[in-house]
C-alpha cells in the first residue's frame, strides 16, 4: 500500500477542498483546489463514488438511476462501496500513523 497526502504544489499545504462536478451523462470529475492559495492542486475522473453516511439514495443519484439492475443488485453494490470506503480509510490513517504523518 501506498498512501499520500494531497499536497498543493504551489505553496506546500495539505489544506485542500474538493469541487464535485457531475456531467449531464452521469461523470463525475473532482477538482482538488488549495484551500490556502486558491490554487488548483489536481484532477480526477471517478468511476465509482460513495458519500459516507448518505445512504442508498445519494449512491443511486452518483450512479445514475438510469442504469439497469435489480434493486437487490444496487444494494449489493452500495454495500460493498460502503465497506471498501470503510476499511480502506482505516488502513489509510493507520499508514499514515504508522510513518507519523498528520492528517
Not at 485542500?16 to 461523470?27: A, F, K, P, T
Not at 473532482?30 to 442508498?56: M, Q, T
Request: hydrophobic residues 30%.
Amino acid at each position: 500500500m501506498d498512501v499520500k497526502r494531497q499536497t498543493c504544489q504551489s505553496c506546500g499545504s495539505i489544506d485542500v477542498r474538493n469541487l464535485i462536478v457531475r456531467g449531464e451523462h452521469g461523470e463525475q470529475v473532482i477538482f482538488v483546489r488549495c484551500a490556502k492559495c486558491k490554487e488548483l492542486v489536481a484532477r480526477y475522473e471517478l468511476k465509482d463514488y460513495y458519500h459516507h453516511g448518505k445512504g442508498i439514495e445519494s449512491y443511486l443519484r452518483a450512479h445514475g438511476r438510469h442504469n439497469s439492475g435489480s434493486a437487490n443488485e444496487w444494494m449489493k453494490a452500495f454495500e460493498a462501496s460502503q465497506e471498501q470506503a470503510k476499511v480502506g480509510y482505516e488502513e489509510a490513517l493507520q499508514y499514515l500513523a504508522k510513518r507519523k504523518k498528520d492528517v
